[in-house]
């Protein structure tokens, strides 16, 4: 059974730093493109960041610069680097297992339950 765990969501000031991370069960996260998504209240689920199988980084304009996914290997867990935080970055982050490349989840993918993220100022 498949089973994405995410931690690390906290409240910070604008300016802060955060790093979540996502621990995987019954998938090897080696072999599956994966991916960050966030909501924030009354907005839309978007992509943070996606990662493909070959190490390839996609980023959303507005993380751009400030935010570095990476697979942690031997430990099956993603990671989400978050720097220089904006309030506009408050939002619920989910991990998302078996994305497409460039982040677009499919019937197949697999969520974790989300961390929260909330910024102030």
């Known amino acids: 059974q498949v089973q994405l765990v995410e931690s690390g969501g906290d409240s910070v000031q604008a300016g802060g730093s955060l790093e979540l991370s996502c621990l995987v069960s019954g998938l090897d996260i080696r072999k599956y493109g994966m991916a960050w998504y966030r909501q924030a209240p009354g907005k839309e689920r978007e992509l943070v960041s996606s990662?493909?199988?070959?190490?390839?980084?996609n980023y959303a304009r507005s993380v751009q610069g400030r935010f570095t996914i990476s697979r942690d290997k031997p430990k099956n867990t993603l990671n989400l680097q978050m720097i220089s935080l904006k309030t506009e970055d408050t939002a619920v982050y989910y991990c998302?297992?078996?994305?497409?490349?460039?982040?677009?989840?499919?019937?197949?993918?697999?969520w974790g339950q989300g961390t929260q993220v909330t910024v102030s100022t």
């Open positions: 998302a297992a078996d994305v497409r490349d460039g982040g677009a989840y499919y019937a197949g993918t697999h």
């Open positions: 990662i493909t199988r070959l190490d390839t980084a």
